[in-house]
């Protein structure tokens, strides 16, 4: 496993809008701060109280990586290991994704790695800690941080990994397989490449199936970066 990424180099001195409707009080007890790089943010998402998420988590997960950066890709929420270690895929999935990196020849030191919801949701079960999938409520209430990862960020392509991250980038539900692999423009600027969440492949019970799309997997990552390296 590869140390976590924990650098952002500092290029980046985006402000937030100064459009927000909620007073400054209301802001700030919500965790609403001016953040200029994405170690500011790391503070800010820990005093962060839009939703509840944060009373059982062990502490908020920001998005890691190099900015600005062309590339920025977006899971659902942080599982055990990202939340003890405070850093995004990290555990199991992380593995996945670091492996599809390496296959797809993406450097992660060139990338964020981000999350639609940056705390963990769980039910403990015995000593066991089970993911929960982050309701429409919370995402809602955690889009503001994805939102300031993007301006910190101001990627040319979006990748999202699975279901949770195309709804924290479109607002709406879609499916995977209507989407996978094509670019898709947004209003604000960047487009969307859509591809399956690393932990769907852990799920696949047969050897050969996982293999299959795991390499269906890298063959999304490649053709994003064929893409990015086409258009920008
Ligand atoms: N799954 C995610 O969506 N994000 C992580 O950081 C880890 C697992």
Same mark, same amino acid.
């Given at each position: 496993?590869?140390? $976590? ?18 007073? &400054? ?10 953040? &200029?790089?994405?170690? &500011? ?36 929420? @942080? =599982? ?7 850093? $995004?895929? +990290? =555990? ?14 993406? &450097? ?46 101001? @990627? ?5 990994? =699975? ?7 479109? =607002?709406?539900? +879609? ?7 094509? $670019?898709? @423009? ?7 490449? +859509? ?9 696949? @019970? ?27």
């Amino acid at each position: 496993m590869k140390t $976590p990424h924990t650098h952002s180099s500092g290029a980046v001195h985006l402000r937030r809008a100064a459009k927000s409707t909620r007073s &400054d009080d209301d802001a700030l007890s919500k965790g609403a701060r001016t953040v &200029d790089s994405l170690e &500011d943010l790391r503070t800010a998402v820990n005093t962060c109280r839009r939703c509840d998420l944060w009373r059982n988590a062990t502490q908020g997960v920001p998005g890691e990586g190099h900015t600005p950066a062309k590339m920025l890709f977006v899971g659902e929420a @942080p =599982g055990d290991s990202e939340d003890l270690q405070g850093h $995004p895929f +990290v =555990g199991p999935a992380g593995a996945v994704l670091d492996r599809a990196f390496q296959a797809a020849d993406i &450097d992660r030191d060139e990338v964020v790695v981000t999350n639609a919801v940056k705390h963990f949701k769980f039910e403990p079960r015995g000593k066991r800690r089970l993911h929960v999938k982050p309701s429409i409520a919370e995402m809602k209430a955690c889009h503001w941080w994805f939102e300031e990862e993007l301006r910190l960020v101001s @990627p040319k392509l979006i990748v999202a990994l =699975g279901s949770s991250g195309a709804r924290a980038v479109l =607002g709406k539900a +879609v499916t995977i397989s209507s989407l996978r692999a094509k $670019p898709l @423009p947004l209003p604000e600027g960047p487009h969307l490449w +859509v591809t399956v969440h690393p932990s769907s492949l852990l799920r696949i @019970p047969e050897e050969a199936s996982r293999r299959e799309e795991f390499l269906h997997f890298v063959d999304d990552l490649k053709k994003a970066k064929a893409w990015l390296a086409r258009h920008h």
